[in-house]
C-alpha cells in the first residue's frame, strides 16, 4: 500500500518569488514513481513533473523542480518566479511498479495562491 | 486531438436515485481509471479498465458503484441508490498503453450532487 501526505493546506507566494510545497509518502515498493499535479480552480488535472524512484537526479521542468530525498521518503515541489497562472491546487502522487496498473495515490493537496 | 471528455459536467439526483456518468477517453488510449474527489481532498482510485476488461474494481465503496467500457472505449460509471456520501467529483483518466510509465491525462470531472 501506497501513502502519500502534504502537510500544508494552503501556501501563497508574490509574483516572480519562489515557493516549495512539501510532500511526503511512504511505500513498500522498491520500484515506484512520485508526482506533482495542478488543478486549476476549472478542474482539469495536468501533470506537472514526474520523478522515477530509481533516479538519483531531480527532476526539472522550466520553471519546476523537485528535491527528491529518497531516504527520507520526501518529493517537495519548488516552483520559481512564480506567475499568477499557477494558482491552483496542486497533488502530490505516487505510484507503484510491478502489477499496480498504475493508478495513482494522492495526497490532500495544497492550495496555492500567486499574489501581485 | 480533443482530449478526455465527461458528461454531464453537474449532476443532481435526489437520494436513492440512480445516475450514470460518462467518460470520453483520448481516442486510442488503452487505460482508463476513475476516481473519486470528495471536496477539498485529493482523488481517491476507483476502478481500472484496461480496453473492455475491467482488471481492478477495488477501490469501489460498495456494490452500488458499477463501471463499464464494453467496447473498449467510452466507459460509464454508474451509482444505484444514491447517497448524500457519494457526492463527490468523479474524474476520469485515460492513458495510451499499458506501461506504469505513462502519463494519464484527466478530464474536467463531473460533480454529483445528492440531496
Known amino acids: 500500500a501506497q501513502t502519500v501526505t502534504q502537510s500544508q493546506p494552503e501556501m501563497s507566494v508574490q509574483e516572480a518569488e519562489t515557493v516549495t510545497l512539501s510532500c511526503t509518502y511512504d511505500?513498500?515498493?522498491?520500484?515506484?514513481?512520485l508526482f506533482w499535479y495542478k488543478q486549476p480552480p476549472s478542474r482539469q488535472m495536468i501533470l506537472v513533473i514526474r520523478q522515477e524512484a530509481y533516479k538519483q537526479q531531480n527532476a526539472t521542468e522550466n520553471r519546476f523542480s523537485v528535491n527528491f530525498q529518497k531516504a527520507a521518503k520526501s518529493f517537495s515541489l519548488k516552483i520559481s518566479d512564480s506567475q499568477l497562472g499557477d494558482t491552483a491546487m496542486y497533488f502530490c502522487?505516487?505510484?507503484?511498479?510491478?502489477?499496480?496498473?498504475?493508478?495513482?495515490?494522492f495526497g490532500q493537496g495544497t492550495i496555492l495562491t500567486v499574489h501581485p | 486531438g480533443a482530449g478526455v471528455s465527461q458528461s454531464p459536467r453537474y449532476k443532481v439526483a435526489k437520494r436513492g436515485q440512480d445516475v450514470a456518468l460518462r467518460c470520453d477517453p483520448i481516442s486510442g488510449h488503452v487505460s482508463l481509471f476513475w476516481y473519486q474527489q470528495a471536496l477539498g481532498q485529493g482523488p481517491e482510485f476507483l476502478t481500472y479498465f484496461q480496453n473492455e476488461a475491467q482488471l481492478d474494481k477495488s477501490g469501489l465503496p460498495s456494490d452500488r458503484f458499477f463501471a463499464e467500457r464494453p467496447e473498449g472505449s467510452v466507459s460509464t460509471l454508474k451509482i444505484q441508490r444514491t447517497q448524500q456520501e457519494d457526492s463527490a467529483v468523479y474524474l476520469c483518466a485515460s492513458s495510451l498503453g499499458v506501461a506504469v510509465t505513462d502519463t494519464q491525462y484527466f478530464g474536467p470531472g463531473t460533480r454529483l450532487t445528492v440531496l
Open positions: 502522487a505516487s505510484k507503484a511498479g510491478g502489477t499496480s496498473y498504475g493508478k495513482l495515490t
Open positions: 511505500t513498500s515498493e522498491s520500484n515506484y514513481y
